[in-house]
Structures are given as C-alpha cells and as structure tokens.
C-alpha cells in the first residue's frame, strides 16, 4: 500500500493549457495580483485575458518583480 495522498500530483501542475474553465474570464484575485504585477514591472495590463492566460502572465511577471527578488 502506498503512503502517498492521491490528491496530490499531477493535478497541482496541470498546465493551464489544460485547464477545463481555462477559457473562462480571469478571476478577481487574478487580476487583482496581475495589475500589481504588471504595475511594478511596467508590463501592459489586459482585464479581458481568461483564467489560463492571466496564470501564464502571472508566472512570468513573477520573476521580475522587484517585490519578490527581494522576499
């Protein structure tokens, strides 16, 4: 038997590609943390991006923020 918990895996790195409400609007938490993300890194800000393209965007304006290199 094995000790690992099925719940974690593959789900918890599934691309947002993949997603099934990928298509769908960004929430308002994603576009709450984009706008500041793009703020500090003078990215352009799109309210109209979905679910999935909000979490792209956000992964890779995580790495240039000044805020997190810092943390």
């Given at each position: 038997?094995?000790?690992?918990?099925?719940?974690?895996?593959?789900?918890?790195?599934?691309?947002p590609d993949?997603?099934?409400?990928?298509?769908?609007?960004?929430?308002?938490?994603?576009?709450?943390?984009?706008?500041?993300?793009?703020?500090?890194?003078?990215?352009?800000?799109?309210?109209?991006?979905?679910?999935a393209e909000?979490?792209?965007?956000?992964?890779?304006?995580?790495?240039?923020?000044?805020?997190?290199?810092?943390?």
């Open positions: 038997m094995s000790d690992q918990n099925p719940k974690t895996g593959s789900n918890t790195e599934k691309s993949d997603w099934t409400t990928g298509d769908e609007p960004m929430t308002g938490a994603q576009a709450s943390y984009l706008k500041t993300l793009c703020e500090e890194t003078g990215a352009a800000f799109d309210d109209k991006v979905s679910k909000a979490s792209k965007q956000i992964d890779a304006l995580q790495g240039q923020s000044q805020r997190l290199k810092s943390a």
